[in-house]
């Protein structure tokens, strides 16, 4: 079973920028997509960003495309999110994810339920206005 550690996080007035990184161990990292999804107070958790297994595909939520750089090193067995021009509303604790199966895409992991298998513990992001 894989495990996942979020890192990373942490408080970032507005306009700022952070950089999260999720060490996984246990199955084979570079044969999962990986994404990035977050959840916010009394909301469900909603996706983020998805990328394939070699990291030449990658997918956004339209909320974060533009601010966002999900990428990956699978000689280091970790994904990263890259955040810039923080807003208020993007306040959150972030989850890294691993695709349900090695046939999951980085797309499927932002439109289709049930496409996660594992989860990381989540780390807080707080962005002060």
């Known amino acids: 079973q894989v495990q996942l550690v979020e890192s990373g996080g942490g408080l970032v007035q507005a306009g700022g920028s952070l950089r999260l990184s999720c060490a996984a161990s246990?199955?084979?990292?570079?044969?999962?997509?990986m994404g990035w999804f977050r959840q916010a107070p009394g909301k469900e958790r909603e996706f983020v960003a998805a990328?394939?297994?070699?990291?030449?595909?990658?997918y956004y939520a339209d909320s974060v495309k533009g601010r966002f750089t999900i990428s990956r090193d699978n000689a280091k067995n970790t994904v990263y999110l890259q955040m810039n021009s923080l807003k208020p509303e993007d306040t959150a604790v972030y989850y890294c994810?691993?695709?349900?199966?090695?046939?999951?895409?980085?797309?499927?992991?932002?439109?289709?339920?049930?496409?996660?298998?594992?989860w990381g513990q989540g780390t807080q992001v707080t962005v002060s206005s």
């Open positions: 994810a691993q695709a349900t199966t090695r046939t999951t895409g980085a797309q499927a992991m932002g439109v289709m339920p049930f496409s996660v298998g594992s």
């Open positions: 246990g199955r084979t990292f570079s044969t999962y997509a």
């Open positions: 990328i394939s297994r070699t990291g030449g595909s990658t």
